[in-house]
Nanobody
Framework: QVQLVESGGGLVQPGESLRLSCAASGRIASIGNMGWFRQAPGKEREFVGEISRNIGYTNYADSLKGRFTVSLDNVENTVYLQMNSLKPEDTAVYYC??????????WGQGAQVTVSS
């Protein structure tokens, strides 16, 4: 089993930045990729970005490239989501996830991000 604990959500104004953290524990060696997803009110959950634990390869939703960055600290077993130039439409609950056998099986509790003036 893998446990994921997120932190760093909050309320920011449009144009500001925010960084989310997700600390993993448990069977770390079983993790392939670590990723971020988000779900806005009334919408389905969508993919934000991911990083491979072994080689650091990153992949992003096309609409978020250039503003959002996923990084990984393998020593601390923590994945980060740096979000810049935030917009009101980025308001959502952000979820950290970890994959095993190429499927995202483990999920964090979610962190609320609200972008509003």
């Amino acid at each position: 089993q893998v446990q994921l604990v997120e932190s760093g959500g909050g309320l920011v104004q449009p144009g500001e930045s925010l960084r989310l953290s997700c600390a993993a524990s448990g069977r770390i060696a079983s993790i392939g990729n670590m990723g971020w997803f988000r779900q806005a009110p009334g919408k389905e959950r969508e993919f934000v970005g991911e990083i491979s634990r072994n080689i650091g390869y990153t992949n992003y939703a096309d609409s978020l490239k250039g503003r959002f960055t996923v990084s990984l600290d393998n020593v601390e077993n923590t994945v980060y989501l740096q979000m810049n130039s935030l917009k009101p439409e980025d308001t959502a609950v952000y979820y950290c996830a970890a994959s095993s056998n190429r499927q995202y099986k483990y999920w964090g509790q979610g962190a609320q991000v609200t972008v509003s003036s």
